[in-house]
C-alpha cells in the first residue's frame, strides 16, 4: 500500500492552504535501500510532496509501521528524508482518533515547522493545540513514545498560546504534564525530549508568574531554563557556533582597534 500526498487534510496543520491526497502503485520492502530508490523515482515522477508506504508485522504496540519520503522543507525528490512511524497493530486499535494520530504524525513530516510552534502566529496554533489536546485525551492505544512525542507537541504550542492569551487553565494542564514527564525521565532515552520537557515547563511557570506572581514559581521557571541552557552548551553544535561568534568578535574588533589606530596616528 501507498500514497502520495501533494499537501495534508487533516488536524488543521495546512491551516486552510490547498491539498491533494492519491493512492499508487503497491511498495514493499520497508526501508531497504532498492525500497528507498525506487520511492524516490516515484517521488519525483509524480512531483508529490510526500509518498507513504505501510506494512502490518504484528498486533503488538507499535505492529502497524509506516514508511515514508518528505520533501517537506523545500526539498528535492534526491533530498527527501525517509522516515518510520509506528502505530498500534491491532486492527481495533486503529479505529477512533488514531487516524488522526497518523495524519498528524504525517503532517509533521511534511511541514517541519510545526516542530517550532513560534513560527506560527497563536491564534493558529490555538486549533493545533486544541486538536492535540483531544488526541491526547480519547487515544488509550498510544504507545509510550507516541504519546510523549504527541505531549510535547502539545506543551509547546499550548505554551506559545498561552503566554499570549493568559489562558491560566492551559498553562496548568502544561506544567502538571511535563512534570509528570520529568519525574519520569528515566523512562526516556531521547535527551532532546527531556530538554524540551525543561524548556515548556520553565516557559509555562513564567508565563504563569506573569499573570500572577509568585517569587517561588519565578525561581523554578529559572532552574528549569538553566537546565536547558546547560544542555545547549554541551552540544557541539552550540559550541561551534559560539566559537564562530567569538572568532566574528575579534575579527571586527581587529578591524576597530586598526581604524581607530589609523585615524590617530596615520600620515
Not at 23 to 48: F, H, K, V, Y
Not at 196 to 225: C, I, N, P, W, Y
Request: with cysteine; glycine share 6%; net charge positive.
Amino acid at each position: 500500500m501507498a500514497a502520495g500526498f501533494t499537501g495534508f487534510p487533516s488536524c488543521r496543520v495546512q491551516f486552510g492552504a490547498p491539498h491533494k491526497v492519491f493512492r499508487t502503485g503497491t511498495i514493499r520492502g520497508g526501508m531497504a535501500t532498492r525500497t528507498l530508490q525506487r520511492a524516490r523515482r516515484r517521488l519525483e515522477i509524480s512531483d508529490a510532496d510526500m509518498l507513504v508506504w505501510a506494512d502490518r508485522t504484528h498486533r503488538r504496540a507499535d505492529g502497524f509501521v509506516l514508511y515514508g519520503l518528505s520533501r517537506g522543507g523545500g526539498l528535492t525528490a534526491a533530498e527527501a528524508k525517509a522516515f518510520t512511524l509506528l502505530l498500534p497493530g491491532k486492527m481495533s486499535d486503529l479505529e477512533g482518533q488514531m487516524p488522526r494520530v497518523a495524519a498528524y504524525l504525517l503532517a509533521r513530516e511534511l511541514q517541519p515547522a510545526l516542530a517550532n510552534p513560534q513560527s506560527f502566529r497563536p491564534e493558529k496554533m490555538k486549533l493545533l493545540s486544541h486538536s492535540l489536546s483531544e488526541l491526547l485525551a480519547e487515544s488509550s492505544a498510544l504507545s509510550v513514545a507516541l504519546r510523549s512525542r504527541i505531549e510535547a507537541d502539545f506543551c509547546a504550542s499550548a505554551v506559545h498560546v498561552a503566554e499570549q492569551s493568559g489562558d491560566m487553565e492551559a498553562l496548568d494542564h502544561v506544567i502538571a504534564l511535563r512534570r509528570i514527564h520529568l519525574e519520569d525521565i528515566k523512562s526516556d532515552r531521547d535527551a532532546t525530549r527531556a530538554v524540551q520537557a525543561h524548556m515548556d515547563l520553565g516557559r509555562a511557570l513564567l508565563a504563569r508568574a506573569t499573570k500572577q506572581f509568585d517569587r517561588k514559581t519565578v525561581e523554578e521557571a529559572v532552574s528549569h531554563l538553566s537546565k536547558v541552557i546547560e544542555a545547549l552548551q554541551a552540544d557541539p553544535t552550540i559550541k561551534r557556533a559560539q566559537a564562530a561568534s567569538d572568532a566574528m568578535y575579534k575579527a571586527q574588533n581587529l578591524l576597530e582597534t586598526r581604524k581607530r589606530f589609523a585615524v590617530n596616528f596615520g600620515s
